[in-house]
């Protein structure tokens, strides 16, 4: 069973840091591309950046390029999402993705495994 667990959410000021971790079990994350989505109710999901499983090169997008930074440990099966320079329009529900398939990042808006998502709050 695919499931992704995520963590490392809050809430935090503006120009703050957080570091999301997503810790997957039920398949072997050395194989496969990683993402993260964010969402906010009411919203389309927006797709915030991957990583490939091969050479762990990153894909960012625009409102993100920067100022956050994608990184894999297979080892402990964790993907993680480096996020400085916070802004309350990064205020959303931040998921990992995955599609089981890829091992590049260019379907990656069309990834549809996911797990539970944590809350990131900029706010003064």
Not at 58 to 84: C, E, H, W
Request: proline share 3%; charged share 15%.
């Amino acid at each position: 069973q695919v499931q992704f667990v995520e963590s490392g959410g809050g809430l935090v000021q503006p120009g703050g840091s957080l570091r999301l971790s997503c810790v997957s079990s039920g398949f072997t994350l050395d194989y496969y591309a990683i993402g993260w989505f964010r969402q906010v109710p009411g919203k389309e999901r927006e797709e915030v950046s991957c990583i490939t499983s091969l050479d762990g090169s990153t894909t960012y997008a625009d409102p993100v390029k920067g100022r956050f930074t994608i990184s894999r440990d297979n080892a402990k099966s964790t993907v993680y999402l480096q996020m400085n320079s916070l802004k309350p329009e990064d205020t959303a529900v931040y998921f990992c993705e995955t599609d089981l398939l890829s091992i590049q990042c260019s379907n990656f808006h069309n990834f549809n495994y996911w797990g539970q998502g944590n809350q990131v709050t900029v706010s003064s």
